[in-house]
Every structure is written in C-alpha cells, then in structure tokens.
C-alpha cells in the first residue's frame, strides 16, 4: 500500500515563473490537506481539500496560490509568479473517512532564486 | 487565533538521559497529536489524544493530555541517538475540519 506520494521531491524556480506541486494521496484517502514549513519552523495549514471541493482555504494566501484536487489525478498546489519568500517545504498529508491520523508525503521542497 | 506553543525550540541530552517537552494551546482542543521529523524527512505521526488524562507509553516514550485539554507532555526515558529528531505537537480544535495547528517543535540532540 502505497504512502502518499508527492513529486517532484525539489523544484527550482526563478523569481516569476510559476511552480505546481503535486499530491497524491494514500490509497482509498479521499481527504488533502497542504502545508508549508520554512525552515527551523513548524508546518502551516494551508488548504484543505476533498475530491473536487476546497474545503478549507483560510491558511492560504489570496493572490497568486491556488490548490485543486480534481476527480481524478492528483492534488495540485499551483503558485504563481513565485518570489523569493516562497522558498519552502511544502508538504501533504492525507486522512481517510474517519480524518485522524494525518500521513504526511515527503515533501516538495521550493526554491526560488 | 489558535496558537500552540512548544518552548524551548532544541534542547541536548546526553544519551540514558531522560527528556520532557511540553506542549501548551490557547484554545482547549478535541485532540492533540505529537508528530516526529527527522533532519531532511517529513512528519511521522507518532501519537494521538483525545481524553481528558490521557496517557499514552509507546515503549520508551510516554505522552499525556492535560486536564483541561490545553496543553500535553512528551517524555522519553534513556534517550537514545535514534530519538533525534524534531518533535511537534499539533492542536485539533473541535469543528475545525480537521485541521490541525502545529507548535514550532522541539529539536532534540543526544550526545553519545
């Protein structure tokens, strides 16, 4: 049984391009939740998503970040026209049903030069 | 807004020691987690809690949830190398979706 999966693991940017993150969850999740680490800080909630329905999106900036989670395929985390503060990990976790435990993907991690 | 605050942010213990982080939320919380990193990994759920009281051991490592639900503790007895690593702590507050609001975490060093 496949882990979440999150690719690519690191992704390089320059200053206004755009980055698309992408996530997939654990087998038979059904729920997407993003966050993102700078370093020596904890995790910030960003958006939370089910299949088709952003549920949450209070952690997320207004201008230029965006999230999907489409009937199929994976979850996407869309940043455009990056700047250097979005230097970051940017990780996904995903839940079951039940939404406990939440099983964190390997992260992306962003940098922008 | 909800802040959950872990203070120190890294501590070193030499290994056999014993080691105690704590946890403090603003808000009482439906649940509380705790979650390890290692250096370049991502966050593994280790624990979780619900109850009032609650303790958890999972073999050197013991967990608890405060009285009034605001706040927890994490103690590991004879620390070993394999136990570094940042541990967070991470607040659900009932009706929240779910979503969780981590502590800045504790890095922990152990000397050999």
């Known amino acids: 049984n496949a882990g979440v999966m999150q690719n690519p693991r690191h992704l390089v940017r320059r200053r206004g391009q755009e980055a698309r993150l992408r996530c997939s969850p654990m087998?038979?999740?059904?729920?997407v939740y993003w966050y993102r680490q700078l370093p020596e800080e904890g995790l910030k909630f960003m958006v939370y998503?089910?299949?088709?329905?952003?549920?949450?999106e209070s952690g997320m900036p207004k201008e230029r970040f965006s999230a999907e989670f489409p009937k199929e395929g994976p979850s996407i985390l869309r940043i455009q026209q990056v700047v250097r503060g979005d230097s970051a990990a940017y990780f996904c976790?995903?839940?079951?049903?039940?939404?406990?435990?939440?099983?964190f993907g390997p992260g992306t991690r962003l940098l922008v030069l | 807004g909800q802040q959950v605050m872990q203070i120190p942010q890294y501590q070193h213990v030499q290994e056999g020691e014993d080691f105690t982080t704590y946890c403090n939320s603003s808000?009482?919380?439906?649940?509380i987690q705790w979650y390890k990193q290692r250096p370049g990994g991502h966050p593994v759920f280790l624990i979780q809690?619900?109850?009032?009281?609650e303790v958890k051991k999972q073999k050197r490592l013991t967990f608890q949830f405060g009285e009034a639900k605001k706040n927890s503790s994490l103690h590991i007895t004879a620390t070993q190398t394999t136990d570094v690593g940042t541990y967070f702590c991470?607040?659900?507050?009932?009706?929240?979706?779910?979503?969780?609001?981590f502590g800045k975490g504790i890095t922990l060093s152990v000397r050999p």
């Open positions: 998503l089910q299949k088709e329905n952003i549920i949450d």
């Open positions: 808000t009482t919380l439906s649940n």
């Open positions: 976790a995903s839940t079951g049903i039940s939404r406990e435990t939440q099983y």
């Open positions: 991470a607040g659900e507050v009932t009706g929240a979706n779910s979503k969780l609001t």
């Open positions: 087998k038979g999740h059904s729920h």
């Open positions: 809690l619900v109850k009032s009281g």
